[in-house]
Every structure is written in C-alpha cells, then in structure tokens.
C-alpha cells in the first residue's frame, strides 16, 4: 500500500465525521430532511447529509493518499453527478425518469470516458468458453451499473443496511487484492471504507435513533463506485477475480432487487414503484426489530460474500459458482 495511505483514510474518516456534524443543522434549516411518516419507521425528522458527507470526505483523501487520480476522473465525475441529481431527489422528489437519466449518464462516463466496461462474463457456462460480450459490452455495462445503484438504493431501508452492505463489499475486494499481492489495486477503497465507517458512527447507533441519514445522493453514489471497482477487478487480462466472485460479494441487494423488480413488471407495476416487499421490509412485518432484521441481513450478506471468497480462494470452477448463486436467486423467489 502507499506511504499516503494512512493520511488519506485518517482525512477520509475525520472530514465526514466533522461534515456530519457540521451539516446536520444547515440541513434542517433548508428541510433537507427525512420526515418520517407513510412507509417510514423512523419518528422524527433526519437529516439527510450521509452521502454528501461521503463522497466529500473521500474525494478530499483521494486527493490527499498521492495515487494517480487521472484514470479515476470519470469517477468523480459520475459521483459528482449523482450526489446533485440525489439531493434534488432528496430535497423535492424528482421522477424515476431523471434518476435514471443521470444514473445512465454516470454509467455512460465510466463505460465511454474511462473505459471501465464489462467486456467478458466470465466461464459462466462452460469452463472452456469465454462469454464475451461484444458489441453488447457497454450497453451491459449501463445495465449493470444502473441495476447496482438502484440495488443499494433500495436496501436503504433499515439504519446502516446499505452501507453495511457496501462495506461488506468493499472489504472482501480489498481481502482479494491483499492476498494476491496486488494491494495497490485496492488502494482507493481504503479512504472510501473509512467514510463509510465514519457514516456508520452516527446512522448505526447501538442505543437511540440514527442521527443522520445516508439519502439518494449517497446509495447511489456507492452502488456507483461499487460497481465501478467490481468492473476493475473483475475484468481484462490482469483480472483479480473471476466475474461470479463479484455476483457473490453483493448478492444479497442484487437477488432482493432483481426478485422484486421481477414481481412488479409480472404485476404490470413499474419496476421503480416503492412497496414494503423488499427482504429487510419482510422481516419488520414479521416482528423483529430493526436491529434484529440488520444482523439478519447482514449475515446473510456475510456468508454469501464468504462462499464467493471460498469459490474464489479454492479455485471452484466458476460455472460451478454460477449456477449455484442462481440456485441461491431461485430459492429467494
């Protein structure tokens, strides 16, 4: 890892943790809030600043680690664009048309401006084919990239879910490039999980309510970057896992939001439409806690992350991987 490493992710934790306090007020006054009620079980108004603060504090120790940030351009642009298009949404609710506008404008800056493109599916069939892509390669990519950002966004329905599960992401990613001695790929995911951690301390409260919301601007920025790192390390010659592995790492937001959006087009709905069907929305109805449904997410998320490593780790052939995450996705439905 670089020298810089350790300042960067200390200004990454120390910028969001001081835009967190700072903002919370600032946000009140302009009502970008959260006010409970409807779909809601939160009980009073709450800030939603976590993605601003995020993206902030990690832009801010990118620029500080000394990496070469001229591939990562495309990246911060994107972001750029979605924490605007985010907190608009937040602020007065705009159409599913224009988020997806700008989630598509996001994708298409990292397909186009920096070459960050699914070219390849991996041997998902055959362990003697490649399934190339092709023409199709960036309209896959737009497709991934969107379905990612709406997956996180639509997991952000219990205190530090979406976050956790980006989190759990991540880490794997930087276990993966750890252990095959390329650390310096997973570089810039270091500051990135320390603004997350830093998020956490005031949205995941052991005792009483969460201080701070995360809010449009920040699930999609990080079902953007995650999306964005998956695609790194899972494409191109010098590949740091196959692409099944990435299916694993986030299988518990990608099965949930492919599930529902499934049965809402069946039922002729938009598969944008909110409902109370997601996984975390079942447990709630069920009587447990918001708690309690987390830790039930979050080792599910754990063991599914952990069986994409294991497959990853142990060299099981990835068709193998492949259609047992299919066999997991038949199993949610």
């Given at each position: 890892?670089?020298?810089?490493?350790?300042?960067?992710?200390?200004?990454?934790?120390?910028?969001?943790?001081?835009?967190?306090?700072?903002?919370?007020?600032?946000?009140?006054?302009?009502?970008?809030?959260?006010?409970p009620g409807g779909r809601k079980h939160h009980a009073q108004p709450t800030p939603l600043i976590g993605g601003i603060a995020i993206v902030t504090g990690f832009s801010l120790a990118a620029l500080a680690s000394g990496l070469p940030l001229s591939p990562f351009r495309a990246l911060f642009g994107g972001a750029l664009i979605l924490v605007i298009v985010g907190v608009l949404d937040d602020l007065r609710e705009l159409s599913p048309r224009s988020r997806l506008l700008a989630q598509l404008g996001a994708g298409f800056l990292m397909a186009v401006g920096a070459d960050v493109v699914l070219t390849d599916l991996g041997y998902l069939l055959d362990p003697d084919w490649l399934m190339v892509l092709g023409f199709l390669a960036i309209p896959y990519t737009l497709f991934a990239a969107t379905g990612l950002m709406n997956a996180i966004n639509m997991s952000d329905g219990v205190d530090g879910l979406s976050a956790s599960l980006v989190l759990i992401a991540l880490f794997s990613m930087v276990l993966v490039a750890s252990t095959s001695g390329q650390s310096d790929k997973a570089s810039l995911l270091v500051p990135l999980l320390a603004a997350l951690l830093a998020f956490l301390l005031f949205n995941l409260r052991p005792r009483g309510h969460a201080l701070v919301f995360m809010g449009d601007a920040g699930s999609l920025v990080l079902g953007f970057a995650l999306c964005w790192f998956l695609i790194r390390f899972s494409q191109g010659p010098d590949r740091l896992m196959a692409p099944v592995t990435a299916l694993w790492l986030i299988a518990l937001p990608l099965i949930d939001?492919?599930?529902?959006?499934?049965?809402?087009?069946?039922?002729?709905?938009?598969?944008?439409?909110?409902?109370?069907?997601?996984?975390?929305?079942?447990?709630?109805?069920?009587?447990?806690?918001?708690?309690?449904a987390l830790g039930i997410m979050l080792l599910l998320a754990l063991s599914a992350a952990g069986i994409g490593l294991a497959g990853h780790f142990l060299g099981i052939p990835e068709h193998i991987m492949f259609w047992g995450f299919m066999a997991l996705l038949g199993l949610h439905a």
């Open positions: 890892m670089p020298e810089g490493l350790g300042i960067a992710a200390t200004t990454a934790f120390g910028v969001t943790v001081l835009l967190l306090w700072v903002l919370g007020p600032i946000a009140t006054r302009i009502n970008l809030v959260d006010h939001t492919l599930v529902i959006m499934g049965r809402r087009i069946t039922k002729g709905q938009s598969p944008f439409r909110a409902d109370r069907q997601h996984c975390h929305h079942i447990l709630l109805a069920a009587g447990f806690s918001p708690k309690q």
